[in-house]
């Protein structure tokens, strides 16, 4: 075995020999009298290795010749009728056939189970509690650490009262609460200020849904009545979701692109 | 004319109001003197007036229209009220005869006929009702008893699909179309068992055969013309005591979806590169090209298709013999006459969504577009009178229009898959329908509404066609057996 390739490097440099492909077109054509004498010499447990591969090999030779003959070979032999018969108005019409239709159906179950949608940003990064909220220590000795305090952008909705604040465990700062959000249609590239619905889901952690946090990769519902989409049935489309895709906690402010 | 036949007055508190109406037939012609009517008639009623200002020894039935909307009730409720019109100005009654007889709806499943080993791809009933043949993917036609259902021939001689079965009108041959490119004629009188030799191979198309036409019995005593149309281009027109090919029409340059032989002596065929071709029958010189479809025609149906199909036959001499070809051809050219009036009209549908109404002897432009169907349309049907159209599609409906306008009259819906084929009873008071969802309904076109469901088929329906006769109603389908509907 070479060492390194100093073989092919010579070959490459200095080229092979003048007579080299009429000595390899000889030495093949030699090659079937070489391997007869060979099977004939071997014996014992090499000659029966090498008659099994033998035989496989001729085996593969002859199905080869015989599928060429038959492509040669012409013939008239009646046939039988193909299967899937359709009348004369349905030739010509590719029809998904139902196994089609039902795994299809099945597979987008699953999906939907699943919780995989097709979103611009499918992975994001998974935010940690201690990094989502802050300890509030409460009580005459500033002892009690029940209490926390999210650091993030939240939503909370027209009708939000906060809970009486000796029972409320989550702070949601005012400073922090935010109503619109900038989004861009991604085919149009134009982005519009649009009031928010609400959070629909934050992939982090089902809590920080609850709760109306938002951080980069969370679905919004916003409100697009104001471009004035129509579906195909004649009625006015008021609310479509919608992807964040900036930190709103560092700019100040909620980037997302619309789910078409 | 308070003195027939009117109901006892009412309002006695306010004055019996009452209408000038005019009754018109449906060529626009007036009949009798406008008349005052109380608005509280009938329908039955005007039919009782009509029927003695028209003189008629038998009362026959009429529908009454005023601006295309029946009177169903009385004057007062559907015209006024519905309407809004004044009684001050004179109603213009429309009349259409009805259909004689009334068929029964067909309600339950009278048989299933099981047998072939491949889809049922066609289906087509003999113009005397007698017997029914279906062609499947086995390449196999069979002819079944009706009284028994059981099958009476099985006929081998197709190597691939049969396509196309199609009885010629006189009821002695059966024509087969396959998949082979091969059309088979048939003795329908002399089939039995499962050894019947073809009365005739026709070879010549190149590609499958996918529709077939007769030449209509009062043009041709002896039925021995038929048209033949292929994925391969061609129309050819054969000549079965001879066997040969007459003439070949092979102006269109992609497949034919289908032939009709008109019975003005007119051919016509519709083809996927978008056109139909109206040909001469007696030299099969093109006379006219008919374009407008924007993309493949899949179906065409004449306003004398039902009359050209049944020959001699009708609802009621279903069991009748004549004692030679050329009686009977006489009696088909009297029905021909009587019962067709004005010129030929056709009607196709296309993948485009859109069906045209044409009058092909008179010009090559369109009469009517008709849209509406919002997938495409599959098959498209006259009634048996030509006055109304029933176009099938695969946008799960089935929209009705009117024969001579093409004007929108109403649609059907309740199919839950792609509507295959459509079919009106031979009094053109009830329409089935065929679909891919393995059902076949029955719908009624004075109420406009659904009349019975036929399921039972545990696949797809390709194809349905009625008995001349009303009788009984047949289906095929994908599961390889035919169902016999009866009431």
């Known amino acids: ?260 | 004319m308070t003195t027939a036949a009117s109901p006892a007055s009412p309002a006695p508190a306010a004055p019996a109001r009452t209408v000038l109406a005019q009754f018109r037939s449906k060529d626009g012609e007036p009949t009798g003197p406008p008349l005052q009517l109380p608005v509280t008639t009938t329908a039955k009623e005007l039919a009782l007036v009509l029927n003695q200002l028209l003189a008629n020894d038998e009362p026959l039935p009429y529908t009454f229209t005023v601006d295309d909307d029946e009177i169903l009730t009385s004057i007062d409720h559907d015209v006024l009220t519905k309407q809004q019109k004044s009684t001050e100005a004179t109603l213009i009654i429309e009349y259409t005869p009805q259909a004689v007889f009334r068929v029964r709806a067909v309600t339950r499943c009278g048989a299933t006929m099981t047998g072939h080993a491949d889809a049922v791809l066609s289906v087509h009933f003999a113009p005397d009702s007698r017997t029914v043949a279906s062609g499947s993917g086995d390449a196999t036609v069979r002819v079944w008893d009706l009284d028994t259902a059981t099958p009476k021939a099985t006929l081998k001689a197709h190597t691939n699909w049969v396509l196309c079965v199609a009885w010629s009108p006189d009821g002695n041959t059966i024509a087969s179309g396959g998949m082979d490119g091969l059309v088979c004629l048939w003795d329908a009188r002399s089939v039995k068992g499962t050894a019947t030799k073809p009365l005739a191979v026709l070879k010549g198309h190149r590609d499958a055969v996918t529709c077939l036409a007769w030449e209509p019995m009062h043009a041709n005593a002896a039925c021995s013309r038929l048209a033949s149309g292929s994925r391969d281009g061609t129309v050819r027109i054969w000549d079965t005591k001879s066997r040969t090919t007459e003439f070949a029409l092979a102006q269109h340059t992609k497949a034919i979806t289908c032939v009709k032989w008109g019975g003005e002596g007119l051919i016509y065929t519709a083809s996927r590169d978008c056109s139909i071709k109206t040909w001469s029958a007696n030299d099969g010189k093109l006379v006219r090209t008919l374009a407008g479809h924007g993309h493949w025609v899949n179906t065409m149906a004449l306003s004398s298709e039902t009359l050209l199909r049944t020959g001699p036959y009708d609802h009621v001499s279903a069991g009748k013999k004549w004692s030679n070809a050329t009686e009977a051809a006489e009696v088909a050219r009297e029905r021909y006459r009587t019962g067709h009036k004005g010129a030929e009209r056709l009607v196709s549908g296309s993948d485009d969504f859109t069906l045209f109404l044409w009058t092909p002897s008179a010009s090559k432009q369109a009469t009517t577009r008709m849209t509406g169907h919002q997938a495409l349309v599959n098959h498209v049907t006259f009634s048996p009178s030509g006055a109304r159209i029933a176009s099938a599609s695969f946008d799960k409906s089935i929209k009705v229009w009117d024969g001579f306008t093409g004007k929108f009259l109403f649609g059907l819906r309740g199919h839950v898959g792609a509507v295959y084929q459509c079919v009106f009873s031979a009094d053109e008071r009830l329409l089935m329908s065929a679909s891919k969802d393995s059902t076949c309904k029955v719908w009624d076109l004075r109420t406009k509404k659904l009349k019975g469901d036929l399921p039972g088929h545990a696949d797809e329906v390709y194809a349905v066609d009625w008995a001349p006769d009303g009788e009984r109603a047949c289906s095929g389908s994908k599961d390889r057996s035919l169902k016999l509907w009866r009431q």
């Open chain 1, 1 to 260: 075995m070479p060492q390194n390739e100093y073989i092919e490097e010579a070959i490459k440099r200095y080229g092979r020999r003048f007579n080299h492909e009429e000595r390899m077109r000889k030495r093949e054509a030699r090659s079937v009298h070489k391997n007869s004498a060979t099977a004939q010499k071997l014996h014992g447990l090499k000659a029966k290795l090498h008659n099994k591969k033998r035989h496989t090999e001729k085996i593969e030779m002859k199905k080869t010749i015989k599928a060429h003959e038959e492509k040669n070979a012409k013939t008239t032999a009646p046939q039988e009728p193909q299967a899937g018969a359709v009348p004369a108005y349905l030739l010509d019409r590719s029809s998904q056939n139902n196994a089609k239709v039902l795994s299809n159906m099945i597979k987008q179950k699953r999906k939907e189970k699943a919780g995989k949608w097709n979103v611009p940003l499918p992975k994001v990064r998974g935010i940690a509690e201690d990094e989502m909220f802050k300890v509030l220590k409460t009580g005459k000795r500033q002892t009690k650490q029940w209490k926390r305090m999210v650091t993030k952008v939240t939503f909370v909705g027209d009708g939000f009262t906060r809970k009486p604040p000796k029972y409320e465990r989550f702070i949601r700062p005012m400073g922090l609460r935010f109503k619109r959000a900038n989004v861009t249609h991604p085919e149009l590239g134009a982005t519009f200020t649009l009031p928010m619905i609400g959070v629909k889901k934050n992939p982090s952690s089902p809590l920080y849904t609850q709760l109306g946090v938002i951080t980069k990769g969370t679905i919004i519902e916003v409100n697009v009545s104001e471009l004035g989409l129509v579906t195909t049935g004649g009625k006015v489309v008021w609310g479509k979701y919608a992807q964040v895709t900036n930190n709103p906690e560092n700019d100040g402010c909620i980037n997302s692109v619309l789910l078409v």
